[in-house]
């Protein structure tokens, strides 16, 4: 355990005990709670009631009868105050290149942007599609749809024209943006190249908004593509605002769950934003004079929530950075932060393995003077990177927040608050206001109490009642999002996390518990990538498991069954993935089989598969039940050496 840092005299929690009062009372009686929270927000109309939650059915509302717009909250009132304030640093790939985006320039290119889309036929409720390398134009979008009630979709960048197609087609948009290209490293990604191979014979789509980052020339479509700069050239930089409801959709985004078809989790207006809003408040401690640096991409929901929406609406600087944590050198993360005197500091187990390979050196040499808080997300840190973290990067000055979240809850769930909770190397350590976790053993019955020694309490990781950044449904099919996340524990959200709760209460979650792998703090459905895999002519047949990975925290296995008459190669199998899915879905390893091992109803026996991948050689349990034991030393044979 480390003790809290000193709280200062401007900290939003002071203390332990003033955390703990304060949960007391969220808990009890959050309504009010909440309800007193919902002053950081401007309405347009006050909310008629508060919250509105049926755990069988998932019916979940909160402030109805309030009207809003997210655009307004996070730009018009700022820019109303301080146009001149910085709201967005655009952080380029190229180092030391950055474009300082003031709230009254942020205005006028939403209004622009929100004109456009308005010329093109949006309205309230239709769905844009997103997909666009890190650059301010994609916060433009985000925030100009926001402003006209159109639902973004923003789809990461890394995705193939394949997926990027599905989700085009599942959302219904008839308007996608795009870049010419994307830059990261030393490498230009042809984007707009992929989104025309993905709307290639698409009638839905009837206009392709396309940036000009870099002076490449792409493949213009007459009459359905245009230059951005173009159509933004014709717009005033003024727009009206839609007022919306609370509960309007604000946008969908695209996660993987243990089917292969992945799921457009849908959130709302007032609730999200308000939760997004008020932990970054809380958690990030965020003061006046913070400049926030989150290195997530907006594609995912870390940096929807803690990049744009949470910042901005607390008037918080935020930082976009569009390159990675290698180029040009393991020192750019604090390279950036000393350019730009950022204080906050929010990444990923996964990219601060990469950078310990290098060393202290590329930290050491940079001052992080101005750093306060360092953030941690998307997998569970190991103690040993925790402490790199805390001890060099931070110098053992700042104070560490491990942030627990996921797609669905739209912001941060359980994580210290800094100047209250004491930190505990790879836990989460404690639920933010007005969140209920409780452990559900194997039989559905809740765990109660902390550890003791010799007794540890864990179990699969619920939570009971709501909270204001809860999804809503999965887009077009409310029946799979009632099955998947409140059939399990009924009465309770069930996250898809084992977690344990220790001596003191503090939760450590250890990881996912359902056929969803954690690669690099990615979501991957492992049968996602069976069904990519499965698309190939040679593939009869895949199973795909994970493995511990030094860098990605999980490695993905495939092992597959091809055709005898055809031929397919370990490197085909893999394009196969990237094609269908991305690079970042690829298999790191994939091993042709003779067979899997199956029950005699036919099962493939994943338990088997992945004992192996994890390089157990011997301890199977029982095999007799297999319809083919001896598929499991052939296997085995295969696997020598990995
Ligand atoms: C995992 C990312 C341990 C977890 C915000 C969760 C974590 C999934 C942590 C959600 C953390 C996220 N410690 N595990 N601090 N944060 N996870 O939807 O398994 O991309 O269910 O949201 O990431 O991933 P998602």
């Known amino acids: 355990m480390i003790p809290a840092k000193a709280p200062h005299s401007s900290s939003h929690t002071a203390s332990l005990e003033a955390y703990h009062e304060r949960y007391a009372r969220s808990v009890e009686d959050p309504a009010a709670f909440w309800a007193d929270e919902s002053a950081a927000l401007d309405w347009f109309r006050p909310a008629d009631q508060i919250m509105r939650f049926d755990p069988i059915t998932a019916e979940i509302a909160w402030f109805t009868g309030g009207k809003l717009n997210v655009s307004y909250n996070c730009v018009d009132r700022h820019a109303a105050v301080d146009p001149t304030r910085t709201a967005l640093i655009f952080a380029a790939n190229a180092p030391g290149e950055y474009r300082h985006i003031p709230f009254g320039e942020l205005l006028r290119e939403v209004c622009r942007f929100a004109n456009l889309l308005r010329e093109l036929g949006v309205k309230k409720g239709d769905r844009v599609c997103l997909y666009l390398p890190m650059i301010p134009e994609l916060a433009f979008a985000m925030l100009a749809c926001a402003r006209v009630g159109a639902v973004h979709s923003v789809v990461f960048a890394g995705f193939s024209a394949e997926a990027l197609r599905d989700r085009i087609l599942d959302a219904g948009s008839a308007v996608v943006v795009t870049a010419n290209e994307g830059l990261r490293g030393d490498k230009a990604i042809a984007l707009k190249a992929i989104v025309d191979k993905a709307v290639l014979g698409l009638d839905v789509v009837k206009h392709v908004l396309v940036a000009r980052h870099t002076p490449a020339e792409p493949h213009m479509v007459p009459g359905r ?61 965020a003061q006046p004079t913070d400049i926030h640096f989150c290195t997530a991409d907006i594609g995912w929901v870390t940096g929807h929530s803690y990049i744009l929406y949470g910042p901005l609406c607390n008037a918080v600087p935020s930082v976009m950075f569009e390159s990675t944590p290698l180029y040009p050198d393991a020192s750019r993360y604090w390279q950036v932060v000393d350019d730009l005197g950022a204080t906050i500091l929010y990444t ?15 930290v050491t040499r ?35 927040v491990d942030t627990w979240w996921q797609t669905e809850t739209g912001g941060i769930l359980i994580s210290g608050l800094p100047g209250a909770t004491p930190m505990e190397p790879g836990s989460a350590t404690l639920p933010f206001f007005g969140v209920r976790p409780l452990l559900m053993d194997a039989d559905g019955r809740e765990v109660h109490g902390n550890s003791s020694p010799g007794h540890p309490v864990s179990g699969n990781l619920c939570l009971a009642g709501t909270w204001p950044g809860q999804a809503r449904t999965i887009f077009g099919d409310h029946a799979r999002f009632v099955q998947t996340y409140f059939s399990a524990y009924p009465g309770y959200y069930f996250t898809g996390d084992g977690c344990r709760r220790d001596e003191n209460g503090n939760y450590w979650i250890t990881g996912r518990v359902d056929d969803v792998l954690n690669v690099s703090g990615h979501r991957i459905g492992t049968a996602e990538v069976e069904s990519a895999l499965i698309e190939h002519a040679a593939v009869v047949e895949a199973a795909v498991v994970g493995y511990p990975h030094e860098l990605k925290g999980t490695g993905i296995r495939a092992y597959v069954v091809t055709r005898a008459d055809m031929n397919a190669s370990a490197a085909d199998l893999q394009a196969q993935v ?57 296997i085995l044979d295969l696997c020598v050496g990995l």
């Open 366 to 400: 940079t001052s992080r003077r101005s750093l306060r808080i360092l953030g941690s997300v998307g997998e569970p840190i190991n103690p040993g990177v925790w402490r790199w973290f805390h001890d060099v990067c931070g110098d053992g000055r700042c104070t560490v």
């Open 578 to 634: 990237r094609i269908a899915i991305g690079a970042f879905a690829m298999p790191d390893q994939v091993i042709l089989v003779p067979g899997l091992p199956k029950t005699r109803s036919g099962k493939i026996m994943r338990r088997i598969l992945r004992k192996i991948a994890e390089g157990e050689r011997e301890q199977f349990g029982d095999l007799a039940t297999l319809a083919d034991p001896g598929v499991v030393a052939e």
């Open 225 to 285: 593509d245009q230059w951005l700069a173009d159509g933004l050239g014709r717009q005033r930089p003024y727009c009206p605002v839609e007022w919306m409801d609370a509960e309007d959709p604000l946008f969908i985004l695209y996660t993987s769950g243990s089917t292969g078809k992945p799921k457009g989790v849908l959130h709302t207006t007032a609730g999200y934003l308000l939760y997004a809003a008020r932990t970054f408040h809380y958690v990030f401690d």
């Open 348 to 362: 990923a187990p996964t990219a601060l393995r990469a950078l310990m390979r290098f060393g202290d050196e590329p």
